[in-house]
């Protein structure tokens, strides 16, 4: 519809902060553009179909726009229009003809309804994206919102669980309540959804001490997605750093993310958000233009020298933010900062770190974002957690991220899973996965911590179908099968997919034990997947990234016995490691004596003879079975905040990922007497818990088992 053009009073307003803000009387606008000739604000209808004014922002001041309504309010709805030069081989790609969301917008409010006016340039032109677009997009733009970000937080504070301490649980805000028969039909998919008793008391009888949720900034639904009738479901896409996904509120308000944070605060359970800083929703050269292309191209993404009409893409989604340039950090710092002062979250997962960190095209340990966010009072004090890899040239960089940091480890994640299958050669790698990886992260006073083990994740299998799946299954995706990762070391156990038969029901349900007792039971942050407690799966998709229905929501179907038996047995896995420091000691295992009373190690490697490994037992490829001796008794003895000494049991791990089984002779010792039954991963189960050894006496090790034993003092 065309726009009246009518003029608002404006005044010059003030360049800071970037963005609108209300101050209670109006409402500052302030826009970034280096290179932009004009900017106009555009304000809209209470349904965002009717552009009601365009207001060309009076002043320019440093760099940035803005201007001042003192009569608007809370829920004014807004766009920008940005006028400048449409050199495609220069990098500017201005077009004020499309309607531009405020990149600093707290709310977004309507959807993104496809069409070629989206496009600055005009699609199935002989001169392709030279060429120039007239059509005006704004019908099918979400509109930005005016907010009032009051909120009674009462006595919320952000949480502080330290870094060893931390059980982090990966889940999706929409895909973990869709199907919940305990969750109002209005609140599902929501954040209110994860409100509701039922989502919180979960969490709680799992005993995780942290949500990490996959992108919920604002993000787009891709046009061949929609082609396709599929949808963006994962949101590693972003559209506006800012703003909440509208699909995730039932009320439509951002106050129901502040919410939500309260609920799990008041629960003790940290909230970590996955975040997308190092790529937008808008594409390569052929992408349209929503945003920070009409802004100021030029600055905000990395183009190619000599021909800036191309992209740098080190993300496999067609451009890279260019952190390199002050005011775009400035952009993603200024994010950052108001999800952890705002909206209270307690830390970040960065999406493909290793491209926030690109200097000159390469990784930099110590690039402008890292050391900014190492010396900002507010961000170096939360929890930072990278994906240490891009797809670029030099991209994988697991272990060089700087002190301070964590790093999700997917070098854990393939030893286990290669290990539990039984792979030749693996006993060196999974006994350093087990110890937190410090051939990767033992250099500049890193700590275990800096290792997050997983064995699944949002990318990939589900623990239940990395037991019942040997090939991905992805033909939902409508991409031939060609998407998702090849390398799943996974096991079907002898059928691909469901099957009724006992034995190979069993076989899997033992090693989905062993898989998640060796994460639980491993020094570093375990993060599990949602779902795998329940034995959710995707019937065998290993990449559901648009898979916005039953294949990528976590099935609340009522358990069987079995799948009553394994959340019982992951609940229990949990405890144990909250009760226990040895499972998460703050520091690595030296492997030496220090107590001249106790002449233990810390950690003890042993054969199935009972014996401490030799460097030859460390070279023999067909050892598949191994112990750990691990002293909870020790000079290098935990610390609490208190000062006061957490001594512990001592316990012994036992791992067998032979088909057969393997007698292993249980230490003895002075201080090793009597061994007590803590766990095994046999299904059905052949123990009785409590059971007690002898030290010295011969234990029957199951074939593909793992069992947990603890020191009983006569």
């Known amino acids: 519809m065309r726009s009246t053009r009518a003029r608002a009073p404006v005044l010059p307003g003030r360049p800071y902060p970037l963005g609108a803000t209300w101050d209670g009387t109006g409402v500052n606008f302030a826009l970034f553009s280096a290179h932009a000739e004009r900017v106009e604000l555009c304000l809209f209808d209470a349904r965002g179909r009717r ?54 917008a707290r709310l977004l409010r309507g959807p993104l309804v496809w069409s070629d006016a989206h496009y600055g340039y005009r699609i199935g032109g002989s001169r392709g994206d030279l060429s120039f677009d007239r059509r005006d997009n704004a019908p099918g733009m979400p509109k930005c919102v005016v907010v009032d970000p009051a909120f009674t937080w009462g006595r919320d504070r ?11 649980y990966e889940m999706h805000v929409r895909g973990f309540t869709m199907r919940h028969p305990e969750v109002s039909q209005q609140a599902r998919g929501t954040f209110a959804g994860l409100t509701w008793p039922a989502a919180i008391e979960h969490l709680q009888r799992l005993g995780v001490t942290a949500v990490e949720f996959l992108p919920i900034h604002a993000f787009f639904d891709d046009r061949y997605l929609v082609e396709r009738r599929l949808r963006n479901y ?10 909440p996904e509208p699909r995730y509120l039932a009320t439509g308000q951002i106050s129901e993310v502040k919410t939500t944070i309260k609920h799990l605060h008041e629960a003790e359970i940290e909230v970590i958000l996955d975040v997308v800083y190092n790529h937008t929703a808008e594409g390569n ?23 800036e009409r191309y992209y740098i893409d080190t993300t496999g989604c067609g451009n890279s933010l260019a952190l390199e340039n002050p005011r775009v950090l400035q952009l993603v710092t200024d994010s950052l900062r108001y999800w952890v002062e705002e909206m209270h979250v307690d830390g970040f997962r960065f999406d493909l770190a290793t491209t926030l960190a690109r200097e000159n095209g390469r990784y930099n340990p110590n690039a402008s974002f890292l050391s900014a966010l190492q010396q900002d009072p507010v961000l170096s004090r939360v929890k930072l957690i990278a994906e240490p890899w891009d797809l670029g040239e030099g991209g994988y960089r697991l272990g060089e991220f700087p002190p301070g940091w964590s790093e999700w480890n997917d070098r854990f994640r393939d030893g286990v899973r290669r290990f539990w299958n039984g792979e030749d050669g693996l006993i060196p790698e999974i006994a350093t996965r ?36 040997e090939n991905k299954h992805n033909e939902a995706n409508q991409e031939e099968n060609r998407d998702g990762t090849n390398a799943n070391y996974s096991r079907n156990f002898g059928v691909e997919g469901p099957t009724d038969k006992p034995e190979i029901l069993h076989a899997r349900a033992q090693q989905r034990r062993n898989l998640m007792a060796t994460l639980l039971l491993s020094q570093g ?27 990528g929501w976590l ?22 490691r909250r009760q226990h420091p040895v499972f998460r000691r703050p520091q690595f295992f030296k492997g030496q004596a220090t107590s001249d009373e106790i002449p233990l190690k810390d950690i003890t490697w042993l054969t199935p003879s009972g014996l401490e490994m030799t460097e030859s037992n460390w070279r023999e490829p067909q050892l598949r079975t191994i112990g750990a001796l691990l002293s909870g008794d020790t000079a290098d003895r935990f610390i609490s905040l208190r000062g006061y000494r957490e001594l512990d049991d001592t316990f012994l791990l036992l791992f067998n990922a032979d088909e057969k089984a393997i007698t292993f002779v249980l230490p003895k010792g002075p201080s090793l007497e009597r061994w007590r039954l803590v766990l095994e991963t046999t299904w059905p189960a052949r123990l009785v818990r409590g059971a007690m050894f002898e030290g010295g006496s011969n234990f029957s090790l199951e074939g593909r088992s793992l069992t947990l034993l603890v020191h009983a003092a006569r």
């Open 234 to 243: 994962w949101g590693y896409s972003s559209a506006a750093f800012f703003a």
């Open 285 to 307: 050269h052929f992408g349209p233009t929503l945003s920070l292309r009409g802004i100021d191209n030029k600055t905000y993404y990395r183009l190619v020298k000599g021909d």
């Open 158 to 168: 952000r949480l502080t669980t330290r870094w060893h301490e931390l059980i982090v």
């Open 51 to 104: 552009e009601l004014a365009r207001i060309p922002l009076p002043e320019y001041t440093d760099q940035v726009w803005h201007g001042y309504l003192p009569e608007a309010r809370p829920g004014l709805l807004y766009g920008y229009r940005v006028y400048g030069p449409y050199e495609p081989a220069q990098g500017h790609r201005f077009n004020h003809h499309k309607l531009l969301i405020d990149p600093y």
């Open 525 to 551: 942050i375990p993060m599990l997947l949602a779902g795998d407690e329940l034995g959710n799966s995707q019937l065998g998709n290993n990449n559901a990234y648009c898979q916005d229905n039953d294949i």
């Open 434 to 469: 087990l110890t937190g990886s410090s051939d990767y992260f033992s250099g500049r006073g890193r700590r275990p911590r800096a290792s997050v083990n997983f064995v699944t994740a949002h990318d990939g299998f589900t623990l239940a179908d990395v037991v019942s799946y």
């Open 555 to 576: 099935d609340w179907t009522p358990l069987d016995d079995e799948g009553s038996d394994f959340l019982e047995f992951v609940c229990t896995l949990i405890k144990l």
